[in-house]
């Protein structure tokens, strides 16, 4: 998992953040993730790969996300993943806020060690 493509999601927060309100974000964002995984092909078993938090850090709300599977048949680079999902929650968000996610108050940013 060190090795892998990782996501970054930042959120500009003004306020504290409740817990419940976070975890639940995360929730979605995890489910969200996953349904695109399986519905564009990438891996065949359902459920099989998630999302997990492999560090927070201070300021505002900063995730560096990694992808894992259960299961040994996610063989494709989670670099291609991570970037089509990223595009389609700026196309969603853009259709729902009017806006793209950085002027919308968070951020999704995708490394990987090789770039």
């Given amino acids: 998992m060190a090795d892998g493509a990782t996501l970054t999601v930042t959120l500009k927060n003004q306020r504290p953040v409740e817990l419940v309100d976070l975890t639940t974000s ?4 995890g489910q969200a993730y996953e349904d695109f995984v ?40 989670n670099l291609d993943v991570f970037a ?23 951020k999704f940013q995708v490394q990987h060690p090789m770039i």
């Avoid at 995360?26 to 964002?29: H, M, S």
């Avoid at 997990?52 to 063989?75: D, P, T």
Wanted: hydrophobic share 50%; proline share 1%; charged share 20%.
């Fill in 84 to 106: 089509g999902f990223v595009t389609q929650i700026d196309e969603i968000t853009k259709f729902f806020v009017g806006a793209s996610n950085d002027k919308a108050g968070f």
């Fill in 38 to 77: 399986y519905t564009r092909g990438f891996d065949p078993v359902a459920g099989n790969v998630r999302l997990y938090i492999r560090e927070l850090k201070s300021g505002s709300i900063v995730a560096e996300l990694a992808s894992m599977a259960e299961q040994a048949s996610f063989i494709i680079d």
């Fill in 26 to 29: 995360f929730l979605a964002l």
